[in-house]
């Protein structure tokens, strides 16, 4: 039996939808017969609770054999004995949790029990083969899919028969000759020889190491991986498998490869990049054209290597913040989709939505060497300078405390003196994409437990927007993408969410300079409603101590909306404007859509955080739209207490056009002519049963007979979209209610 063309795609549609990437059940990573073969840990990735650091288990890094990762304590899911077909068959794992939910099917309609378990941090079962028929026992509940309906029994008399043959695999198919004219042709670019090749290349690795790199501007074909190996390109990968991408590699000679992806393609993680002659020629001109020395490498002592101010500081600086500008998308989608993001506790330090925008390159950008305020941000050390193990919780954060307190003061003094010789903030300080870049502005949306990042300014102005600077955007990249550590402890991931409150605040002081200055106190008032002391204490400095008049005329009595729209009409040219309603031609389902994303108040407060409406017209024609819940915050600077901070009155919906976001909570299906019903049913919601009453009404629920049938259409909708961060989607936040 093939593997690739008989078994990936029944594991791809059936199981890698809650068996992919570090949340993945037990680890077991079903998207790739090496993950099947490496089988499944109880020990948890995402641990917040952890004291000591855990080792890494990174699949196709940390291990290559079925054998060493025994010995990291994974244990098997296909038998390992392999005397006959009906031993393959019993002793496998992924055989018994199948067969255990043939034995007990969901109900067919209404809630799944109770004792399923659905919460992301509920606790794993991961039964050995060695003592499953007492698992069955007592979890006779817990077969496969979980919480799902059973697969197709043509499909799971496949997986049995394959099983049964001891779980071949072909390998991959074979890239073309072309492809591996491109992959020579790039390690080639990735490994000259001069120190400033090399110096270009260690910035490239460390910046795209998350991404999935695609030989061509359509994202289409295999995807590779930026890795580092001891060995040199013609010769076989060793992978170099540091914690961080910024540690020491502990060779002499570091060779920068790419290495094919072979994991399916899943939306939570897909962060696709562009590399092709385009690509190189750009690179060749910021890295290589300009006439800058290198005099040696920059360590990978921690202190520094955790700051890529200091690191790459003989690069210039504007050549660095054009390269993070032209794919501003894909950077945010590092903080947004890369490992630092899940959780609650992980992504209550941002608004549920805000727009970003970015300084023009050239102002405030290309320095005096001697400005006190740069040297001070190559100075400082992000929490990856402290490890995990070794990293004390408030002497930590009272360092950065009093670091970023002394960056505020140079900040400032800095602020004026570019005032005195330019002015105050203007319009043309706000990069405009040059144009045509779509990366000019951009929206997050937050999900409680996790987020979303897309192009354009989606939805009504919001509460809140970021400003962002090159020195900015570089620490946040620093600390949240290549200074994180996913296996770290308790401590790192407290100080790395602790200092992001510092690096939020910047960008939001940033955005409201460009504001009046006697309406700022009005602003920070509200984005900062009883927010914590030392964070009001700390915006209040960012805000008023450079005490710079904005540049900006302003005519209305209300200059917050009012410099949206101006922005908003200088990015006109390249904005991206697909997640648009304007782009629904139907007038009279638009106007229905435009009345569901007027929605305001507490009954939203029941509504799920993300949620797919398919909305079907009298011709049986399926169109689709997302519809994202904004919690109202009257703060964000609370870690713990986030509950006691929300404002219900302010909460909201965005809905757009298409399928946005990776872990939807809910599916709503119903006919054009009856969206005005459901919109009432949301408005007037005021208890779960009242929820219950809309669901039985119009959700494809987890025990829908047909689940799979509507998911095979939803994720073929999803791939046909105009995105390319499209994927499959998750299925592990799925809502039972």
Known sequence: ?????????????????????????????????????????????????????????????????????????????????????????????????????????????????????????????????????IYQKTHPLAGMPFGLPGIDPADQDLI???????????????????????????????????????????????????AHLYLNDAFEGPAFRLVRSETPPGQALSIIATRRPVYAPGVERVYYRLQRDLEPIVAKTHMPYRLDKARMERYLALFLAPDYSVGREPSYMPQQASNGLATFRAIPEESRYRFLLDDAQYFIMTFIKGPVCRGQVALNVIEDRFWVFFLAPGVGVQRDADDVARRALESMTLPAADGSNSAPLLTAWLGYAARERQYQ????????????????????????????NRNAALTVMRHFDNATVVRGLVGAPPKTAWLMDYSLFERIYYLLVAGYDVFGNVTHNLNSRLYMDFLRMEGEANFIGFLPADARAEVLARWYRDAAKESLDHMRALVFEPGVESGIAYHGADPEPELFGMLERRLKQALDTRLSLANVKDAGLREQLERLAALRGESLALVPELFYLVVTDPQGVARYFTVLKETGHRNVTHLLTEQNELEPEENALTVVPGLIGAYPNAFFRLGKEQLPEFIRALASLKTEDDYKRLSDRFAVRRTDPKFWEFSDRLQGAEARMDQADRGLLDYNRLENR
Request: negative net charge; charged residues 25%; proline residues 7%.
């Open 1 to 133: 039996m093939s593997y690739r063309k008989q078994i990936e795609p029944i594991l791809e549609n059936r199981c890698v939808v809650c068996h992919a990437c570090y949340d993945a059940p037990c680890q077991l990573k079903l998207g790739s017969w090496e993950g099947i073969a490496r089988g499944y840990s109880s020990e948890k990735v995402y641990d917040g609770s952890r004291i000591v650091e855990a080792p890494p288990t990174r699949l196709f890094v940390d291990a290559q054999k079925a054998s060493e990762w025994r010995k990291k304590g994974f244990y098997p899911v296909l038998s390992e004995y392999r005397n006959s077909p009906e031993q393959n068959r019993s002793s496998s794992l992924i055989y018994r949790v199948l067969a255990l939910k043939q034995a007990h099917p969901p109900p067919v309609a209404g809630l799944a029990p109770d004792v399923l378990d659905f919460g992301i941090d509920r606790q794993q079962s991961c039964p050995k083969i060695e003592t499953f028929e």
């Open 409 to 436: 003061r140079e900040r400032a003094i800095g602020l004026r003196a570019f005032a005195a010789s330019h002015g105050g903030p203007r319009l043309d300080m706000v990069w405009d994409g040059d144009g045509t």
């Open 160 to 210: 049995v028969r394959w099983l049964e043959q001891g779980a071949p695999d072909e390998g991959p198919a074979p890239l073309s000759a072309q492809e591996e004219a491109e992959i020579a042709e790039w390690e080639r670019f990735l490994n000259g020889a001069s120190l400033k090749e090399r110096l270009m290349s260690r910035f490239l690795y460390e910046h795209l190491f998350l």
